[in-house]
């Protein structure tokens, strides 16, 4: 069975990021995601010499465990968070090689695709992470999935459900080819610019 791990990319208290990777976990992973969230993990900023804490190094083997990844992120001013860049400099290869990734956009008004351009134009070269061809794109994140029942609540549990299928399925054929995948990285650690 695959295992998976949602990624909370806000580092914010109390966000709607982290309402929604919780949401996600329990509607879709039976509660069996490991969900990681960059608030409270605080981690370091990489300079390249800071060695990494342990709250980093458990954060680093719950990724490098998991076969696919739900990454839940804000826009803020049109752009990724900085801790989610800074995640990706602290984990790599090693973590996300040839591992699927189904990417959350959130945004408290009418915003979101400025994420999954940014993160779908970056992100993936040197990690050699996958980037599924489904997103989502949850606006108005504030009033979304609070036990209303809106159309909108019921629309996008269905979109959520396609996506996360499609996941699990990229999940479960890529894992037996990984280590296959992966054979070259010690010759090419780096993707080609």
């Known amino acids: ?30 509660g069996e995601a490991d969900v990681i969230d960059l608030f409270s993990a605080d981690l370091p900023v990489w300079n390249g010499v800071t060695e990494p804490t342990p709250a980093l190094q458990d954060i680093q083997s719950k990724l490098a465990a998991a076969d696919g990844f739900v990454f839940v992120v804000p826009e803020w001013h049109g752009m990724a968070p900085a801790g989610l860049k800074n995640l990706f400099l602290w984990c790599g290869a090693p973590q996300f090689a040839h591992k699927p990734a189904l990417l959350v956009a959130v945004s408290g008004s009418v915003g979101g695709a400025m994420v999954v351009a940014e993160l779908r134009g970056s992100s993936y070269k040197n990690s050699r992470l996958l980037w599924t061809p489904e997103h989502l794109i949850l606006r108005g994140v504030g009033d979304l999935w609070q036990g209303e029942e809106t159309e909108s609540d019921t629309y996008l549990a269905g979109r959520a459900e396609y996506a996360i299928d499609h996941l699990k399925t990229y999940a479960r054929i890529l894992a037996p080819e990984r280590e296959h995948l992966s054979a070259g990285l010690e010759a090419y650690p780096n993707g080609m610019s």
């Open 1 to 30: 069975m695959s295992q998976f791990a949602i990624i909370s990319s806000s580092h914010r208290p109390d966000s709607q990021s982290h309402r929604i990777a919780e949401h996600l976990n329990a509607a879709h992973f039976a």
